[in-house]
């Protein structure tokens, strides 16, 4: 029987779709690879995912960490921020800033 561990990241105000961009690159990967590469990748969501690998690593019994693979890593879309931005005569537009959850399991 295999273990697995997973580390969920909540509310995070970040695109989902730019988050999965990078998610789309560790999937797979062993737990050292995943950390060197999100270490150099010069994207802003790569802290984020930093902090919630390290986190499902964690959570795992095992000392030995070289030996974890990411079987799972996903973006879920969270609730969107609305705010209004003034325009010309009055008007308000609508501003969507859009949030996130990240979920990584490790096996």
Known sequence: MTKN?????????LSPNKVRRVLDQIRGKNYQEALLILQFMPYKPCD??????ES?????DSI??????????????GPKIKRIQPRAQGRA??????????TITLQ
């Open 48 to 53: 984020n995912i930093k902090k919630t690998l």
């Open 64 to 77: 030995i960490k070289k030996d974890l693979i990411i079987v799972e890593a996903y973006a879920n879309q």
């Open 56 to 60: 499902a690593a964690s959570n795992f």
């Open 5 to 13: 561990s997973k580390a969920i990241s909540k509310y995070l105000r």
């Open 93 to 102: 537009f609508p501003i969507h800033k859009p949030t996130c959850h990240i």
